[in-house]
């Protein structure tokens, strides 16, 4: 709650995690799913900073739940393209690595807060 969401480790993660996407992405001619997966990867660290600067650890609590879905959303996608040869697993990998530990952080911070509200 608006303790300066640059300063969690989390939301410095997701939004590398987010630059790496765009970045893995860059030559992906399937387009729709190229902005599908940069849309989630961008919307990891937006919901996070969004909840950060919420009023209350409830409405905060919610955004990072939000969060969370959208990087559910990531790894799928990023699974989708790599199974159908769109990405190689040498670049996915890596991401999903990342978005694991995001995960976990985003767990431990959603506890931490939950149990504030």
């Not at 997966?37 to 955004?63: F, L, M, Q």
């Not at 995960?103 to 959603?110: D, E, F, N, P, S």
């Amino acid at each position: 709650m608006g303790t300066g969401f640059h300063d969690l480790r989390v939301w410095n993660e997701a939004k590398a995690l987010a630059v790496s996407t765009y970045r893995a992405t860059e030559g992906l001619r399937d387009f729709g799913l190229r902005d599908q997966i940069r849309r989630a990867a961008a919307s990891v660290p937006s919901n996070i900073a969004e909840g950060d600067e919420r009023d209350t650890d409830k409405d905060c609590v919610r955004c990072f739940y939000i969060a969370k879905g959208s990087l559910a959303e990531l790894r799928t996608q990023l699974e989708i393209a790599s199974e159908v040869g769109a990405l190689p697993e040498s670049t996915v990998k890596p991401l999903l690595e990342t978005a694991a530990t995001v995960a976990r952080q985003l767990g431990a911070l959603i506890k931490a807060r939950s149990s504030r509200a």
